[in-house]
């Protein structure tokens, strides 16, 4: 178990519950006020009128990451405003389980006397504004959120309820089937490591049955996000509360970040993808582009091509309705779409017509089976691109092939590392150095 945090308003009870649970799970308890306390030698009501406001957030930022950092799990009780700087948010979120304890204003007021020992209130109507300037944020920082509208025995049983639920087997991971082989434990890993982040990332096989408990389970828990693969990118998206307005044009969803008890779901492969072949020089603006397949990774990368202003887009997918179903969603987007069975016939033709082709499908994946020709390779311009979206094995059939007709080409791990950063970030809640990071997680793939 690792720290636990609780946010709140002042009176909330915060330091009364974080007590609490501390000798009921036998764990230290830090007040992050108190500790201010001891440093200035003085209440926190005279480091407000002696040092001013900014003097004591410093204080309180600099206490709180000092508690984070401590060694020994432990309840830490935050100080009301630590939300109010994003430092202190990113490192409650990277180094603790953090719990908003939400108690209204209306009875705080009822309870807490409003005599200037809290600095910042001192009538009811200053502490229902700082609710209404705070809740939002305490609720967006939060992974978990309690109510404390009743005693404060039964609010102490909620938030050890709460803890006891959320203990999973990892805090990130990504879900498909088949999932052995996925890179993603070994990226996400290598960017918590660079960053510092005290977290753990698995690679959980989830079959299409299996969704529903695994969501529950997910939800329940205190697992702050997963990555979504095949075959889940669409099936996902009826259990989410809010979904990314890109990822609900797209129909796909690669990333779901649990935040103050919803569900928000995301795709960053269409920008993953882009980065990969923008890094390359082989962008989808003006260009002429094929993408074989009808699956998530095939529209995020049809509707990617149509919002970067491709010059035309081809669809061709084993099951035609699915290829025309994706041709037919974006034609609004993209004027020059169209959609054809993949037939060895269409492939030729269409390859002939095309400056850069993704392969989107399974087809060379290690486990699955490959192409029953690579003919239309041959159609391709001498100046096409080819990106095969698979990355096991590094060197697709498909890929030999259109190196010995000399043409560029990549596999997929570039845009999986691409993605796999934006996802973080959305983890995270950070941007973070892109470049870097790329170069990091390479470097740590190549050593394995």
């Given at each position: 178990?690792g720290?636990?945090?609780?946010?709140?308003?002042?009176?909330?009870?915060?330091?009364?519950?974080?007590r609490?649970?501390?000798?009921?799970?036998?764990?230290?308890?830090?007040?992050?006020?108190?500790?201010?306390?001891?440093?200035?030698k003085?209440?926190?009501?005279?480091?407000?009128?002696?040092?001013?406001?900014?003097?004591?957030?410093?204080?309180?930022?600099?206490?709180?990451?000092?508690?984070?950092?401590?060694?020994?799990?432990?309840?830490?009780?935050?100080?009301?405003?630590?939300?109010?700087?994003?430092?202190?948010?990113?490192?409650?979120?990277?180094?603790?389980?953090?719990?908003?304890?939400?108690?209204p204003?209306?009875?705080?007021?009822?309870?807490?006397?409003?005599?200037?020992?809290?600095?910042?209130?001192?009538?009811?109507?200053?502490?229902y504004?700082?609710?209404?300037?705070?809740?939002?944020?305490?609720?967006?920082?939060?992974?978990?959120?309690?109510?404390?509208?009743?005693?404060?025995?039964?609010?102490?049983?909620?938030?050890?309820?709460?803890?006891?639920?959320?203990?999973?087997?990892?805090?990130y991971?990504?879900?498909?089937?088949?999932?052995?082989?996925?890179?993603?434990?070994?990226i996400?890993?290598?960017?918590?490591?660079?960053?510092?982040?005290?977290?753990?990332?698995?690679?959980?096989?989830?079959?299409?049955?299996?969704?529903?408990?695994?969501?529950?389970?997910?939800?329940?828990?205190?697992?702050?996000?997963?990555?979504?693969?095949?075959?889940?990118?669409?099936?996902?998206?009826?259990?989410?509360?809010?979904?990314?307005?890109?990822?609900?044009?797209?129909?796909?969803?690669?990333?779901?970040?649990?935040?103050?008890?919803?569900?928000?779901?995301?795709?960053?492969?269409?920008?993953?993808?882009?980065?990969?072949?923008?890094?390359?020089?082989?962008?989808?603006?003006?260009?002429?582009?094929?993408?074989?397949?009808?699956?998530?990774?095939?529209?995020?990368?049809?509707?990617?091509?149509?919002?970067?202003?491709?010059?035309?887009?081809?669809?061709?997918?084993?099951?035609?309705?699915?290829?025309?179903?994706?041709?037919?969603?974006?034609?609004?987007?993209?004027?020059?779409?169209?959609?054809?069975?993949?037939?060895?016939?269409?492939?030729?033709?269409?390859?002939?017509?095309?400056?850069?082709?993704?392969?989107?499908?399974?087809?060379?994946?290690?486990?699955?089976?490959?192409?029953?020709?690579?003919?239309?390779?041959?159609?391709?311009?001498?100046?096409?691109?080819?990106?095969?979206?698979?990355?096991?094995?590094?060197?697709t059939?498909?890929?030999?092939?259109?190196?010995?007709l000399?043409?560029?080409?990549?596999?997929?791990?570039?845009?999986?590392?691409s993605?796999?950063?934006?996802?973080?970030?959305?983890?995270?809640?950070?941007?973070?150095?892109?470049?870097?990071?790329?170069?990091?997680?390479?470097?740590?793939?190549?050593?394995?």
């Amino acid at each position: 178990m690792g720290h636990i945090v609780l946010l709140g308003l002042p009176g909330s009870g915060k330091t009364s519950l974080g007590r609490m649970a501390s000798a009921r799970l036998d764990m230290p308890f830090v007040d992050v006020d108190a500790e201010i306390e001891k440093l200035f030698k003085m209440p926190i009501r005279r480091i407000f009128e002696k040092h001013g406001e900014k003097s004591f957030r410093d204080a309180e930022s600099a206490a709180t990451r000092e508690a984070l950092l401590r060694e020994a799990p432990s309840v830490i009780a935050a100080g009301g405003g630590a939300i109010l700087r994003q430092e202190n948010v990113s490192a409650m979120r990277d180094l603790g389980f953090v719990i908003f304890i939400d108690r209204p204003s209306k009875l705080i007021a009822r309870d807490v006397p409003l005599d200037g020992s809290r600095p910042l209130f001192t009538d009811p109507d200053k502490l229902y504004e700082m609710e209404r300037v705070r809740r939002a944020l305490y609720i967006d920082a939060a992974d978990r959120t309690l109510e404390n509208r009743e005693g404060m025995e039964e609010a102490a049983s909620g938030l050890i309820e709460i803890i006891a639920r959320s203990q999973p087997v990892a805090e990130y991971a990504v879900i498909g089937d088949p999932i052995a082989h996925s890179l993603s434990p070994a990226i996400h890993g290598a960017v918590f490591e660079a960053l510092g982040v005290s977290a753990s990332y698995s690679a959980v096989r989830v079959s299409r049955g299996g969704l529903a408990a695994f969501f529950d389970a997910a939800k329940e828990g205190c697992m702050r996000a997963f990555n979504v693969t095949s075959p889940h990118k669409r099936d996902i998206m009826p259990f989410l509360d809010h979904i990314d307005e890109e990822a609900t044009l797209c129909g796909a969803v690669n990333t779901v970040v649990f935040r103050g008890g919803k569900s928000l779901g995301y795709n960053t492969d269409m920008d993953g993808l882009s980065a990969s072949l923008l890094a390359r020089g082989a962008g989808y603006e003006g260009r002429r582009v094929l993408v074989l397949g009808a699956g998530g990774a095939a529209r995020a990368a049809v509707l990617k091509a149509a919002l970067e202003k491709a010059a035309e887009i081809t669809v061709l997918a084993r099951d035609a309705k699915k290829a025309e179903e994706i041709a037919s969603a974006f034609s609004g987007i993209a004027p020059r779409i169209r959609a054809k069975a993949m037939t060895e016939r269409a492939m030729k033709e269409s390859a002939a017509g095309a400056d850069l082709l993704i392969n989107a499908t399974t087809l060379g994946m290690s486990g699955s089976g490959t192409f029953p020709s690579l003919e239309f390779l041959s159609a391709l311009p001498g100046s096409a691109f080819v990106c095969d979206l698979i990355y096991d094995p590094s060197q697709t059939d498909l890929l030999k092939r259109a190196s010995e007709l000399a043409l560029g080409c990549q596999n997929g791990l570039g845009m999986l590392i691409s993605q796999a950063i934006l996802a973080d970030e959305l983890f995270l809640r950070r941007g973070l150095e892109r470049a870097a990071l790329h170069g990091i997680i390479e470097e740590k793939l190549s050593a394995t």
